[in-house]
């Protein structure tokens, strides 16, 4: 495509072009200055049509006799106008300036901006668009409690959800942690709230670590930890696999329900056990009446 061809055409057609340039890997030096140069200039060319789109539609909606049926639209269009600036400007720093992006300035979805870069570091899945939510599971399997994280980390929010649990639940004493909750901050303070801690730490353990980590207690909780996978799994079936509500008040409200799900089938189940075991009861005593009798 000539350079002619990427500065006049349409926007998508310019946008293409510039993917499609490549950094050269060469050992010249000056071939990877001209390939440089290249990049830069296509990006220049995308940008600027961008904005010409930008400043007409900036420049369309005052002049727009607007009904009450078009407010929500023209509301979404000028969001949609502040993505498109963030995202130029965003694309002039760092292709054109050569500048590195803040983390905490980036946007991962234009529809769902509370959607978060999650590094789950596990193989196979080592990033993961969405949010966070922890959960609190009792011995018996039901959700005592949940959090959606928002702008924050496993380890900043251990305290937190354990004091919300424990204003909830005051007779809860114990809880197991995966080793992202671990910090020196939360192993002190999450030991003054509960009577039993079982924190991994991340990374070397010195002699005392080991030795608190090999205790049975200490060794029996972690096995038990492994139950909240399937905890998890069966939040993922009803219905937290996916949200399909919009903005941060619609995932709560979807992260809530799933939870009250997942608890109302759990109950279900264990009514239904219960009164299989209550059958069975009666069924022998049944049994047992009729030998008795035949004897």
Wanted: with cysteine; net charge positive.
């Amino acid at each position: 495509m000539s350079r002619t061809l990427y500065r006049h055409g349409g926007v998508d057609r310019i946008f293409t072009y510039a993917q499609k340039l490549k950094h050269s890997t060469s050992k010249d030096e000056t071939k990877k200055a001209l390939k440089q140069a290249a990049v830069i200039e296509a990006h220049k060319a995308c940008l600027q049509r961008a904005r010409e789109f930008i400043f007409k539609i900036e420049a369309t909606l005052p002049l727009l006799s607007v009904g009450k049926q078009q407010v929500v639209q023209v509301i979404q269009t000028e969001r949609f106008v502040m993505h498109a600036r963030r995202q130029t400007d965003q694309i002039e720093r760092r292709v054109v300036n050569g500048e590195k992006i803040p983390h905490a300035e980036k946007v991962f979805s234009l529809f769902e901006e509370h959607t978060e870069w999650v590094s789950k570091g596990k193989a196979g899945v080592p990033v993961e668009l969405g949010l966070r939510v922890n959960v609190m599971e009792d011995q018996h399997g039901f959700v005592l409690h949940h959090q959606v994280v928002e702008k924050q980390t496993d380890d900043q929010v251990a305290v937190s959800v354990v004091k919300e649990t424990l204003a909830r639940f005051p007779e809860f004493r114990a809880c197991s942690f995966d080793k992202g909750y671990h910090s020196p901050a939360n192993q002190k303070n999450l030991r003054e709230l509960l009577e039993h801690v079982v924190l991994p730490k991340k990374g070397r353990r010195n002699k005392a670590e080991q030795k608190r980590e090999s205790t049975p207690e200490f060794q029996a909780m972690r096995r038990q930890h492994s139950a909240i996978e399937s905890a998890i799994n069966a939040l993922e079936v009803h219905g937290l696999d996916r949200c399909p509500d919009h903005g941060i008040k619609g995932f709560k409200r979807y992260v809530a329900l799933a939870v009250v799900a997942r608890n109302i089938q759990k109950l279900g189940a264990e009514l239904r056990r219960q009164e299989q075991a209550e059958e069975k009861r009666k069924k022998d005593k049944r049994k047992k009446d009729e030998l008795k009798r035949a004897a």
